[in-house]
């Protein structure tokens, strides 16, 4: 290669970032070229804190769920003392996969290949034919990750020097407090599984979008003549007469509040308190009366946590980059606890309505997405994201608001993509070989 | 061949094996309904359809209970009607333009339930030229069961169709097509 060398792990970024990303303009190039991919993997999903899942998914001892958090395989495991811990899936010995289910229990997690046994804390306790193995097994782990949890809600780092997960979601706290808050214990369970919708489409294609409030009367206008729902006061009326707005929360969280169009209570899930009276009343009884009745009119929050987590309604969405091109949607129903079974019904029909590959929204936004993506292909220039920059403000929790089909969402995805993207990072670097 | 070899043995209980003239029938149903999702005629295909209908796809064959597990489709015949509409409208940007689609049905079994009604399980193959954007070709595979009654008429309605996709609980492209 020109006679120069460079060392393996040895990072090297590789794009000028700053120069991609102005307030009111993104180059399509930061959605295709590879070079761009491979500095993400190293920046955000192994240098920075990322969403893994709930710990309502594995209740007991010895469960786990796999994952993929950037391209690296990994288990989220309730451990023996019953806390839940993050690990490679990929086994010390000669890098197989541990685990291939999709989630299971065990007592101890043991490689096919060769048949070394780790614990749930993923020390390993056994080697067959033990005497030609002379190495202290103590050496040698299911690499655990940094991972904290905020209300049951796990995120992870490769990297251990990372700041403490508070400091990353900031404000974005209440947004999860208002998804856990719309239980009347205060708690949520992801126990319905996880549908999966591929997108032929770059991963940043889905923050965006999600809070993009703009698409809506086109993307969906089928959706809108097919069917009357919330979103058509929320989203799609005549552009004064919208209330619902845009809020950039920072750190990249970002937020579409409906709220302020909802004016009864249960509007959100297209319903009223009559239809869940029980529902109604265990929420009053467990918040009181002012801040019972302004969560069942608010609903739950719109919103994405950078980088990878939606907060959509009433769901949990995910997103998972595969490459450049590529990427795949996570979703499951929110569901509540200590509520009556037909509520999370309703709200795992509404969940498959919005979300997946046959959702009345989603199977039109992954096409519109792939659409994108190949229009960007080669020579695209500047994308522009302009839109509401002459009408924010800034309310009296610093966050800045603009209507609702305004581009600050965008922005403020951007803006810390951009901060994110150039800080001086080591965990995005390949490990290398230690000799001794 | 006896008719015997046309029912599904495992589930034979409190079930009938179907006669020649009703095995032809019911494959000749099946193979209509598949033309008729193929070339997207909604209003024809949606003839086929009793008022108690539910239309599920499953996150493919294991054991899922609708009122407890996500599903890729979990429709009642309303929504059902919904979707339909909403195809109908030319604005369906996942199926603009149509996705171009054949699949082949097989591996036909039939049993008689009462009261004049069918459940039938077969097997599929689709290819779907993805117009409405990539212009890639994907392969759908899997098992479907049909319960089907038959109407005053003599001719055969569907009140269940379930689709069991191999890959149900991986990530799937968008699927806005009656599959």
Same mark, same amino acid.
């Given at each position: 290669m020109n006679g120069s060398t460079m060392a393996i792990g040895e990072r090297t970024d590789a794009v000028d970032v700053t120069s991609l990303i102005e307030t009111d303009r993104v180059h399509g190039r930061l959605y295709t070229d590879p070079a761009v991919f491979e500095q993400e993997m190293a920046h955000i999903f192994y240098g920075g804190w990322v969403f893994v899942g709930h710990d309502s998914e594995i209740? +007991?001892?010895?469960?786990?769920?796999?994952?993929? &958090?950037? =391209?690296?395989? %990994?288990?989220?495991? /309730? =451990?023996? +003392?019953?806390?839940v811990g993050v690990m490679s899936n990929r086994c010390a010995h000669r890098g197989n996969l541990v685990c291939i289910k999709n989630q299971g229990k065990e007592r101890y997690l043991t490689c096919p290949y060769h048949g070394w046994v780790y614990d749930l804390e993923g020390k390993l306790r056994d080697v067959p034919y033990p005497d030609g193995f002379a190495k202290d097994k103590s050496e040698f782990t299911l690499r655990a990750l940094r991972s904290e949890s905020y209300r049951g809600f796990v995120f992870a780092s490769f990297d251990k020097s990372v700041p403490p997960l508070v400091d990353h979601l900031g404000k974005a706290t209440i947004l999860i407090d208002r998804a856990c808050?719309?239980?009347? *214990?205060? @708690?949520?369970? &992801?126990?319905? $599984?996880?549908s999966k919708q591929r997108f032929y489409a770059n991963w940043k294609m889905l923050p965006e979008n999600d809070t993009d409030g703009y698409h809506v009367n086109d993307v969906h206008a089928s959706f809108a003549e097919a069917i009357d729902s919330q979103y058509d006061a929320a989203v799609m009326g005549n552009e004064t007469a919208i209330r619902s707005e845009t809020k950039d929360w920072g750190n990249g969280h970002t937020e579409l509040d409906f709220s302020p169009t909802y004016d009864a209570p249960l509007k959100w899930l297209n319903t009223t308190p009559q239809r869940f009276p029980e529902y109604t009343r265990s929420m009053l009884a467990a918040y009181g009366e002012a801040k019972g009745n302004r969560?069942?009119?608010?609903?739950?929050?719109?919103?994405?946590?950078?980088?990878? &987590?939606? !907060? $959509?309604?009433?769901?949990?969405?995910?997103?998972?980059?595969?490459? %450049?091109?590529?990427?795949?949607?996570?979703?499951?129903?929110? !569901? &509540?606890d200590g509520v009556p079974d037909d509520l999370n019904g309703?709200?795992?029909?509404?969940?498959?309505?919005?979300? $997946?590959?046959s959702a009345f929204l989603l199977a039109d936004d992954s096409v519109i997405s792939e659409r994108q993506q190949i229009a960007l292909r080669d020579r695209? +220039?500047?994308?522009?994201?302009? =839109? $509401? !920059?002459? /009408?924010? @403000?800034?309310? +009296?929790?610093? %966050?800045?608001?603009?209507?609702?089909?305004?581009?600050? *969402?965008?922005?403020?995805?951007?803006?810390?993509y951009r901060k994110v993207m150039t800080a001086d990072t080591r965990a995005g670097i /390949?490990?290398?070989?230690?000799s001794a | 061949m006896g008719?015997?070899?046309?029912?599904?043995?495992?589930?034979?209980?409190?079930?009938?094996?179907?006669?020649?003239?009703?095995?032809?029938?019911?494959?000749?149903?099946?193979?209509?309904?598949a033309r008729l999702a193929d070339e997207s005629r909604y209003a024809e295909w949606e003839a086929l359809v009793e008022d108690d209908m539910l239309y599920w796809v499953p996150?493919?064959?294991?054991?899922?209970d609708m009122n407890r597990d996500i599903s890729i489709t979990a429709d009642n015949r309303s929504r059902l009607r919904t979707r339909i509409r909403q195809l109908m409208t030319g604005k369906r940007h996942a199926q603009v333009p149509v996705s171009a689609m054949r699949r082949v049905v097989g591996n036909i079994e039939a049993e008689r339930l009462q009261d004049g009604e069918y459940r039938v399980f077969s097997n599929f193959i689709l290819h779907e030229l993805r117009r409405s954007s990539t212009a890639t070709v994907e392969v759908w595979a899997g098992r479907v069961e049909h319960r089907l009654r038959r109407r005053p008429d003599g001719s055969l309605g569907m009140f269940f169709k379930k689709v069991m996709l191999i890959n149900g609980d991986e990530p799937l492209p968008s699927l806005a097509f009656i599959i």
């Open positions: 209740p +007991d001892v010895g469960q786990y769920v796999r994952r993929t &958090l950037g =391209r690296e395989e %990994v288990l989220m495991v /309730r =451990r023996r +003392d019953g806390s808050e719309m239980s009347p *214990t205060g @708690r949520i369970r &992801l126990t319905a $599984g996880w969560i069942l009119r608010n609903g739950p929050p719109h919103a994405v946590i950078f980088p990878n &987590l939606f !907060l $959509g309604e009433m769901n949990i969405v995910i997103f998972q980059p595969v490459n %450049v091109n590529e990427c795949v949607q996570w979703h499951t129903p929110l !569901l &509540l309703r709200i795992i029909r509404n969940s498959e309505a919005a979300m $997946g590959p695209a +220039d500047w994308l522009d994201i302009s =839109r $509401g !920059l002459n /009408r924010e @403000r800034v309310d +009296d929790l610093g %966050v800045i608001v603009g209507h609702v089909t305004d581009e600050g *969402t965008n922005r403020a995805f951007w803006q810390h /390949r490990p290398v070989a230690r | 008719t015997s070899t046309m029912t599904v043995a495992d589930q034979a209980d409190r079930t009938e094996p179907v006669g020649l003239e009703e095995y032809h029938q019911i494959s000749g149903f099946l193979f209509r309904e996150r493919g064959d294991g054991e899922f």
